[in-house]
C-alpha cells in the first residue's frame, strides 16, 4: 500500500504544479454558478433549490474533467516515461487507482466550491437535506465515472489535447446515449440521464447506484487491461484484449439490466417523502374508477 500511496501523493501534487489547476477550478466554479443562475431557474425553486446547480453539471463536467485527466498517462507517454514507470516495482493495478483517485480528489476538492451555494441557499430557502445529500451522491459518483473514462482514452494517448478533445466526445455520447427498448425489454437502466436524474428526484433504486459503479469499474480495469496491450507483441493476445474489452462491455450491460428488472424497490430520501404517495392513496387510485385530475406545483 505504501506504493500505492507514493504514486497517488507524487501525481495529485503534480496537478498543482502550476497555475493550470487553479484556472480550471475557477472556470468550474463560474460554470457552475451561472449555470444554475442563469439557467436552472436558480430564483424560482424552494426546498430543491441545488437542483438548479446539479441539474447541468453533466454538461459542465463533459468540458471540465477532460482537462483534468487528459494528463495521466498521456504526459507520461509524451516524455517517454511511461516505459519506466511501468517497470516500477508496484502492479498496475495500484498504478491505475493511484492515476485515478489523484485525478478524482482533484474533482471533489471543485466539486467542494459549491459549499458557498449550499449555505447561501440554505439561508434562503429551507433546504431538503436529504435530497441535497442525494443531489451530491449523484454528483460524486458521475465525477467518478467521467473521470474512469478520462483515464482510460489519457492511457491509449500520446497526445494531451487528443486526449482531451476524445474524451469529451466520449462524455457527450455517453451522457447523450439514449436507448429506449428492445420489444417489451426497457432499456432505460443504460442510460445516464435515466440514472442521474433520480438522484435529483430523491427516488433511488439499487440499478440507479449500481450504473455508476459498474461502470466505474469497467472503465478502471479497461485501463488495467490497456497498460498490459502496451506490452502485447503477438496479435494473438492483441485480439484477446478487444475480445475481453467487449465481454466487459456486456457484464455492464448484464448488471444495470439485471439490477433494473429485479431489484424495483425504490427509496424516497427526501426529507418528507414528497415524491412518493402514502400506501393508501396508492391503494384508492388503484381501486378508484373516477376520473382524478392532479394539478401539480
Not at 48 to 73: D, G
Not at 165 to 187: D, R, Y
Not at 248 to 265: G, K, M
Amino acid at each position: 500500500m505504501m506504493q500505492f500511496f507514493v504514486q497517488l501523493k507524487k501525481d495529485f501534487t503534480a496537478n498543482f504544479s502550476g497555475m493550470n489547476a487553479y484556472i480550471v477550478i475557477a472556470a468550474y466554479y463560474i460554470l457552475s454558478l451561472f449555470s444554475a443562475l442563469y439557467l436552472g431557474d436558480y430564483f424560482l425553486r424552494e426546498s430543491e433549490i441545488m437542483n438548479a446547480y446539479f441539474s447541468l453539471q453533466p454538461i459542465i463536467l463533459t468540458l471540465i474533467i477532460p482537462a483534468i485527466t487528459m494528463r495521466t498517462w498521456a504526459d507520461e507517454a509524451k516524455s517517454g516515461t511511461l516505459e519506466l514507470l511501468l517497470t516500477q516495482p508496484i502492479s498496475y493495478t495500484k498504478l491505475v487507482l493511484a492515476k485515478f483517485f489523484s485525478a478524482y480528489l482533484y474533482f471533489v476538492l471543485m466539486a467542494a466550491t459549491s459549499l458557498f451555494l449550499y449555505f447561501v441557499s440554505n439561508y434562503l430557502s429551507v433546504l431538503d437535506f436529504g435530497l441535497t445529500i442525494s443531489g451530491y451522491c449523484g454528483l460524486l459518483l458521475s465525477g467518478a465515472f467521467f473521470t474512469a473514462v478520462g483515464c482510460l482514452i489519457s492511457a491509449m494517448s500520446r497526445n494531451n489535447v487528443l486526449s482531451y478533445i476524445t474524451t469529451i466526445f466520449a462524455l457527450f455520447f455517453i451522457t447523450q446515449l439514449e436507448l429506449t427498448s428492445i420489444g417489451s425489454i426497457s432499456l432505460d437502466a443504460l442510460n445516464f440521464e435515466y440514472n442521474y436524474k433520480a438522484f435529483l428526484t430523491g427516488v433511488l433504486g439499487a440499478g440507479n447506484v449500481l450504473y455508476f459503479l459498474t461502470g466505474i469499474l469497467l472503465f478502471l480495469w479497461l485501463n488495467i487491461v490497456t497498460l498490459e496491450y502496451r506490452k502485447a507483441v503477438h496479435t494473438r493476445e492483441k485480439r484477446s484484449f478487444y475480445a475481453f474489452a467487449f465481454l466487459l462491455l456486456l457484464i455492464f450491460a448484464e448488471s444495470c439490466l439485471s439490477a433494473a428488472f429485479w431489484e424495483r424497490q425504490t427509496f424516497d430520501v427526501t426529507d418528507d417523502g414528497k415524491f412518493t404517495l402514502p400506501e393508501e392513496d396508492v391503494n384508492f387510485l388503484k381501486n378508484t374508477n373516477k376520473r382524478i385530475d392532479i394539478i401539480l406545483y
